[in-house]
C-alpha cells in the first residue's frame, strides 16, 4: 500500500562510474545516494534482520557498485550490488527517508563501524 499524498518518483538514474543513484521525485527532492550508503543501509533481513536485534553492520562496502535496478511492482525497486547482494527491496518512500535523513543514518553507520572496531574499506 503507498501513501497517495507521499512524493512520487520521476527519475532513478545510476551515475556513469555505477557509484551514485539519484533520485528525483514529483516534489522537487532530488537525492543522490551513494552505492555504499545504500548498500549498507538495505531493507533486506540480511541487513536489518527481522527485528531490531537482528540488525547487522555491514563492512568493507566504500567500493561497490550498481550493477542493475530492477522493478518491483509500482512501489520500489530491487537493486543489484556489484557483491551479489540483491535481496533488498527499496520502496519510494524508504528513498526518500535515506534522502532525508542521510546525515543521521550515515553518521550511526560510521559509528557502528568504530563501535565494532570495523573499517569502510576492505
Known amino acids: 500500500m503507498t501513501d497517495k499524498t507521499a512524493p512520487w518518483p520521476t ?3 545510476v551515475s556513469k562510474d555505477r557509484r551514485v543513484l539519484s533520485v528525483a521525485f514529483d516534489s522537487g527532492e532530488r537525492h543522490d545516494l551513494s552505492a555504499e550508503y545504500l548498500r549498507v543501509c538495505s531493507p533486506s533481513a540480511e541487513v536489518k534482520g527481522h527485528a531490531p536485534s537482528q540488525k547487522q553492520t555491514v563492512p568493507g562496502k566504500r567500493q561497490v ?3 542493475k535496478i530492477e522493478p518491483v511492482g509500482n512501489y520500489a525497486v530491487r537493486i ?3 557483491d551479489m547482494h540483491n535481496s533488498g ?3 519510494w518512500t524508504y528513498f526518500l527517508e535515506l534522502g532525508r535523513d542521510r546525515q543521521t ?3 550511526g553507520y560510521l559509528g ?3 563501535q565494532k572496531g570495523l573499517r569502510r574499506d576492505r
Open 112 to 114: 557502528e563501524l568504530e
Open 105 to 107: 543514518h550515515w553518521d
Open 89 to 91: 527491496i527499496f520502496s
Open 11 to 13: 527519475e532513478l538514474r
Open 80 to 82: 543489484h550490488f556489484d
Open 65 to 67: 557498485e550498481i550493477m
